[in-house]
């Protein structure tokens, strides 16, 4: 008996965790979406267009954004934060180097970034 009130609390306590983890990473979702749709932000709408989004008047300039969710979180951090490292004629500002976002913005756009399909 004691065994099964101990495993209830770890239960408990883990599901607590996992709820709050997942409500902190939707609105870090949120957060990205509205970076990415923002123009005084990331405005990255401006160049690129999304797989499997309803947006109205998408650029054309950069690459239509897909299947991001199989990105490495890191390597989607590091195109934004300075591309020109994978790519030394990318028209993409370097938003992280050039200190035009932070570091929690970029990561709450990495995160919004990975709902993409």
Known sequence: ???SKSFLV?????TIFSVSGFASN???IKEGEKIFN?????????????NGKQI????SMGPKLQYLSAWPDDALYDKIYDPYTT????AMP?????GWLSHKQIK???AYLKTIN
């Open 94 to 98: 370097a938003f992280g180097k050039n």
């Open 56 to 59: 109205d008047g998408p650029g």
């Open 26 to 28: 939707s609105e870090l």
């Open 1 to 3: 008996m004691r065994l």
């Open 38 to 50: 923002t123009k005084n932000l990331g405005n990255c709408l401006a160049c690129h267009a999304v």
């Open 10 to 14: 770890v239960l408990a306590t883990c």
């Open 87 to 90: 790519n030394p004629i990318s």
């Open 108 to 110: 709450a756009l990495v």
